[in-house]
T-cell receptor, first 116, second 115 residues
Framework: AAGVIQSPRHLIKEKRETATLKCYPI?????VYWYQQGPGQDPQFLIS???????DKGSIPDRFSAQQFSDYHSELNMSSLELGDSALYFC???????????????FGEGSRLTVL | GENVEQHPSTLSVQEGDSAVIKCTYS??????FPWYKQELGKRPQLIID?????GEKKDQRIAVTLNKTAKHFSLHITETQPEDSAVYFC??????????????FGQGTRLTINP
């Protein structure tokens, strides 16, 4: 079965550079979530999209932005990178079979960003 | 907004014994409570979930209980095995409609099973 695809899996950047992470949700899932997980920390919610519109916003810095495109894939853009941005970034998607309540969130493998 | 507290932060049990992890949530409108298992550097994997219209759910060695009045829910793992060693996260989500609000995670419990 298709899963949530994230790219790149690993990314190394220097301070003040920019980075873009991509997420391809499970087909027919219409809600996408982005989470940031620092070492030894719980995943922190950044932002979510439902039907290509931002549906909720969490602890996302102003230096970050995200959007969901017409094909439902999503991109997280990070600018003016700081050392503290080094983390695992997870994308998750969620959907509902016809006539049923939405189920679990399915997580991608994550993108590991290292800022030097 | 929702706040989820998880205890203990670390738990060490002998192989074959039971492990219990507890979480409390603040938003009484939360109605979906999943538990995730995460191994180092890997994605969270759903192991069991419960909706607010159910008090208990069991899947083989894993069970979850929910007390809506007290706003707490617990994960029970019986007959623990070395492969159960991982970090476990509870979570709460408010609303089950499409485009629902964010899933809020607890702080995590590092479970170690000693052979």
């Amino acid at each position: 079965a298709a899963g949530v695809i994230q790219s790149p899996r690993h990314l190394i950047k220097e301070k003040r550079e920019t980075a873009t992470l991509k997420c391809y949700p499970i087909p027919r899932h219409d809600t996408v979530y982005w989470y940031q997980q620092g070492p030894g920390q719980d995943p922190q919610f950044l932002i979510s999209f439902y039907e290509k519109m931002q549906s909720d916003k969490g602890s996302i810095p102003d230096r970050f932005s995200a959007q969901q495109f017409s094909d439902y894939h999503s991109e997280l853009n990070m600018s003016s990178l700081e050392l503290g941005d080094s983390a695992l970034y997870f994308c998750a998607s969620r959907g509902a079979p016809p006539g049923r309540a939405p189920g679990e969130l399915f997580f991608g493998e994550g993108s590991r960003l290292t800022v030097l | 907004g929702e706040n989820v507290e998880q205890h203990p932060s670390t738990l060490s049990v002998q192989e074959g014994d039971s492990a219990v992890i507890k979480c409390t949530y603040s938003d009484s409108a939360s109605n979906y409570f999943p538990w995730y298992k995460q191994e180092l550097g890997k994605r969270p994997q759903l192991i069991i979930d419960i909706r607010s219209n159910v008090g208990e759910k069991k899947d083989q060695r894993i069970a979850v209980t929910l007390n809506k009045t007290a706003k707490h829910f617990s994960l029970h793992i019986t007959e623990t095995q070395p492969e159960d060693s991982a970090v476990y996260f509870c979570a709460a989500l408010r609303g089950i409609k499409q485009g629902a609000q964010k899933l809020v995670f607890g702080q995590g419990t590092r479970l170690t099973i000693n052979p």
